[in-house]
Structures are given as C-alpha cells and as structure tokens.
C-alpha cells in the first residue's frame, strides 16, 4: 500500500458524473479505447506521474503520463466494471496523492485531474436542475462530507430549512418564491450530522440567483 497520502485529485466524467474543472490550456490526449474503461489523466505538473488502481490490497499500475500532458489509459481488463477501485498518482519526488473510491464503468472513462500542486481537491458528482423555471433561486450544495447535512437560511430572526444533501453528493435545492420577493441579506447554515454547523458569510438572496456552496472535509 502507498504512504504519505495527501488527497488530491478532481475526478470528473460523463459516465461517472464527477465535478471536474477543466484547465484553461488544452492538451493533447490519446485516443480512447472503446475494448475497455478507461483513466484520463490529465496532468498540469511539470514532471512525470504515475498512476495506479487499488483494489483491497492490491496495486495495479496503469501507466506513466509526461509532464503537462493529458493522455487516456486503458484499464486493465481483469478489472471487472462496477469494482470499486481508488485511483492513485505518483508525481516524480513528490507526495502521492489519492482519489475518493470510485466505481469502474461499463463503457467510458474516469477523469482525473493532477493539481499543479498539492492543494488539489475532490470534487463530489454535480447535480443540476435542467430546467428550475425563470425566477427560481438556488443554492447547490457540495457535500464532501462522510455524513448528510442540512441546509438552512437564516433571514433575520427567522431560520428556514431548504433541505438536505446525501453524504459524498451534490444537491441542488430550490429557494421558497416567498423568500425572495425581495433581494435580503442572508446566511446560509450547513448542519452536518453529529458535527458542528457551518455557515457562509453573508449573501444577497434575490430572485433568479444561483449560490453554490462548498463544504469542507473538516
């Protein structure tokens, strides 16, 4: 097993429906294979990395991406679809970093983005409201906690509850129209189960807005 672990990676993809903030300079990738899942990785450091799938116990090496490179790898076909695996990159000299546990799909790709630094994240699946309807204000929420929370605004004396966000999950909740007949400054509370509450400064709720909010790990 790989020590000195620091989370840091963004999984994101069509198939996994993982958050993934694309750099702004494109690279050049490698043709996917459509024989079997894939890994892309697309790396913004300046020095080799190696990636790895882990499984229990076991370590199985996918292959090697050049520096400032962005290059699909093929999964190693003993690796069934629907196997929980944990992706792993090991920067030259640097510190090895982990991805949260994810499922090997039947048909695509797992993105994975290298941070240039170790400051990177994991990002949870973003969910989105096709069509909210004109007018409606949101808050989308991002739980990377290990635990749900509840969401609340609090608007002068008064708090009110607009839902709550399943653990490792990204919701959408809708504002209450009432609420936001005219633009107010609020704070928006995060109640993790079991945790301490959270809240955001305070925010202009007006009607049409759409606020997104992060919470931490710790």
């Not at 899942?37 to 090496?61: A, I, M």
């Not at 994240?121 to 929420?141: F, K």
């Not at 966000?165 to 959408?172: I, L």
């Not at 925010?203 to 710790?218: A, F, N, W």
Request: proline share 9%.
């Amino acid at each position: 097993m790989m020590n000195s672990v620091l989370k840091g990676l963004v999984l994101a993809g069509g198939t996994l429906g993982l958050a993934f903030a694309a750099p702004a300079t494109a690279r050049a990738a490698s043709p996917p294979s459509k024989a079997s899942p894939t890994v892309t990785v697309d790396n913004t450091r300046s020095v080799p990395v190696v990636v790895y799938l882990e499984r229990g116990d076991v370590d199985t090496r996918v292959g090697k991406v050049a520096p400032d490179t962005r290059a699909i790898l093929p999964v190693p076909r003993y690796l069934g679809s629907d196997e929980d695996v944990r992706v792993w990159v090991q920067p030259e000299n640097g510190i090895d970093l982990s991805s949260q546990e994810v499922t090997v799909p039947k048909v695509g790709t797992m993105n994975v983005y290298v941070p240039r630094d170790n400051d990177g994240y994991i990002a949870p699946p973003v969910e989105t409201i096709p069509n909210p309807g004109v007018g409606t204000t949101t808050v989308t929420v991002l739980n990377s906690r290990a635990s749900e929370v509840t969401v609340s605004v609090e608007h002068g004396e008064f708090d009110t509850t607009l839902g709550t966000v399943p653990a490792d999950d990204v919701r959408t909740l809708t504002v209450p129209a009432w609420l936001v007949r005219e633009p107010q400054d609020v704070t928006i509370f995060v109640q993790p189960k079991n945790g301490f509450d959270l809240a955001t400064q305070e925010v202009t709720l007006e009607r049409g807005s759409h606020l997104e909010v992060k919470v931490p790990l710790r």
